[in-house]
């Protein structure tokens, strides 16, 4: 199977969007789950958020981050990746919940704030309401690209008030749980703002799934490179989550753990940029 790039564009000046023919993971998709790509045969495997499966094909949002993220935002429509494994993960229930609001603030969580919307809004009995922050006016994405046209309400913030409300999605959050009753978060992105969602949403006893993303090495449970603790039991995020209960999960242990592979990451991108210099 070619797992053929058939469309690649910028989200911003970091982020990227592709669509690749992917059959098997488009087939049994369902919002929450993610794919591992490896680019290259003996290439590393990079877990992705779909975005969305339309047909045989899916979507994912890409940060121009290490070695594989970049090299691979070197390649182009009509290039293939060399395996596309999905769809990996379990997501949270898609039911009727109610007054739901979803908040993202970086490419993993708004690909999965897209996704859920699109899901829970087609749910008889959901109000759907979509927080998406950017750091600017220059990092937000195309509008078709926002959960604008799948939330019932939506609110675009910056952190510098550049477009939208100013502030990070957690002050949006902060008046929404004052002022509204709302009946399920769900929030994916960055982890320390995930954390603090999850003291808030405790202090107005309101239930929320978080993502939680861990280093994934085979992302099939064997390793346990992506162990989580969740209520004092020890989870796997590729095959348990990623997203899990915020108010159950020990932070503290996630974010030592995402620290863990810095060095080796900085030594691949390191290599990479010398075997470039070496192409110039
Ligand atoms: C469930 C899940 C969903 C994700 N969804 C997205 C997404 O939609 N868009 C996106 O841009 N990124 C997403 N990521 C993060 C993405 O996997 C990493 O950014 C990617 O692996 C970077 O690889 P790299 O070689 O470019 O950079 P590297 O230099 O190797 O890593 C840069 C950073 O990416 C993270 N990372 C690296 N390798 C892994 C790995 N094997 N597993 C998890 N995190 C890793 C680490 O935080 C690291 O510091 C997701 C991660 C997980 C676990
Ligand atoms: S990535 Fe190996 S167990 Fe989850």
Request: net charge neutral; glycine share 8%.
């Amino acid at each position: 199977m070619k797992h053929t790039i058939t469309r690649k564009e910028d989200l911003n000046a970091a982020d990227y969007v592709i669509d690749v023919i992917a059959p098997k993971v488009a087939k049994k998709f369902r919002p929450g789950n993610f794919a591992v790509l490896i680019t290259v045969p003996n290439g590393e495997r990079i877990p992705m958020s779909i975005e969305r499966a339309e047909g045989d094909k899916i979507t994912m949002y890409i940060k121009r981050l290490g070695k594989t993220s970049r090299e691979l935002d070197t390649w182009d429509v009509g290039d293939a990746l060399y395996k596309v494994i999905g769809p990996m993960g379990t997501p949270p229930p898609l039911k009727k919940y109610g007054n739901v609001v979803f908040a993202s603030d970086l490419v993993c969580g708004h690909a999965e704030n897209n996704a859920m919307c699109r899901e829970l809004g087609k749910i008889m009995g959901n109000h759907i309401i979509s927080i998406q922050s950017f750091p600017d006016k220059s990092q937000i994405y195309p509008e078709n690209e926002l959960a604008k046209s799948v939330a019932d309400e939506f609110i675009l913030c910056t952190e510098d008030g550049s477009v939208g409300r100013k502030g990070h999605y957690l002050d949006i959050m902060q008046e929404l749980l004052e002022e509204r009753k709302i009946d399920q978060v769900f929030a994916g992105g960055g982890i320390p703002p995930l954390q603090k969602l999850s003291i808030l949403t405790k202090k107005y006893n309101v239930p929320v799934y978080t993502t939680v993303r861990q280093i994934m090495v085979d992302a099939t449970g064997m390793c346990g490179s992506c162990r989580v603790f969740i209520d004092g039991e020890q989870k796997l995020a590729c095959i348990d989550g990623p997203m899990f209960d915020g108010h159950k999960v020990d932070w503290e242990a996630a974010i030592s753990r995402l620290a863990m592979f810095k060095g080796k990451e900085a030594e691949a991108m390191q290599c990479y940029n010398e075997k470039m210099k070496a192409v110039v």
